[in-house]
C-alpha cells in the first residue's frame, strides 16, 4: 500500500510564500487522489508489492495499457509529491551548506546560478508539470523539467530527483493567480536544504 507521507508541519506552515489553503488542497486532494489511484492501478496490475522507484523506472513492463498509463500519471504524482511536501519546511529558504553545497557550487558555478537555472526550467515548462534537481551515483547533478507527473526516474538514466518545483496550476493558482514566477521566487523561500542534501546523500551511498 503507497502512501502520503506525514507532513511534520501544519496546512499554514509555509504562509505567506505558499498559502494554507493551497497546501491543504493540494495535499488532502491532488496528493490524495494520486495515491488511491495509484493503489488501485497497482492492485490491478498485481505490481503493488514493487517499490514505487522500481515501478516508475520500469513502466514499459506493465502490459496493460490502460494501467501503464494509470501508473504512470498517478505513481508520478504520488512520488513526486511525496518529494515536494518532504523538501518544504518553515525553517527552509536560504542557500544549501557543507558538502552538497560544494558540490552544488561546483556544477553550477554558484548558488545563484543554480537559482535562475531551475526557474528558467520551470517557467519554461509549457502547461502542467515540473522542474528537476537530480542526481546519480556518481555525485553528477542534473536539471531538467517534465511534462504532468513524469518525472526523471522514467528515463532511465540513472538520475533520481532530489528536488522538485511542482509548477501545475493548482500548486500557485489561488494565491498567484497566473503569475508563476511570483511563485517559483517564493518556492525558494520554503525549500528544506538540509533534506534536499539529504536526498543527495541516499543516491550517492543507494
Ligand atoms: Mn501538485
Redo the contacts with the bound molecule.
Sequence with gaps: MFQQIQLPYGFDALEPHIDALTMET?FTK?HSAYTKNLNDAADKAGVADKPIEFLLGSLDTIADEGLRKAIRNNGGGFYN?NL?FGTVSADGGGEPQGAFRTVLDQHFGGFAAFQEEISRLAMGQFGSGWAWLSANKERKLALSASPNQDNPLMEGRGFVPILGI?V?E??YYLKYKNLRADYVKAFFHVIDWKTVATNFDKVINA
Design positions: 493540494h491532488h509529491h515536494y511542482d501545475w493548482h500548486a
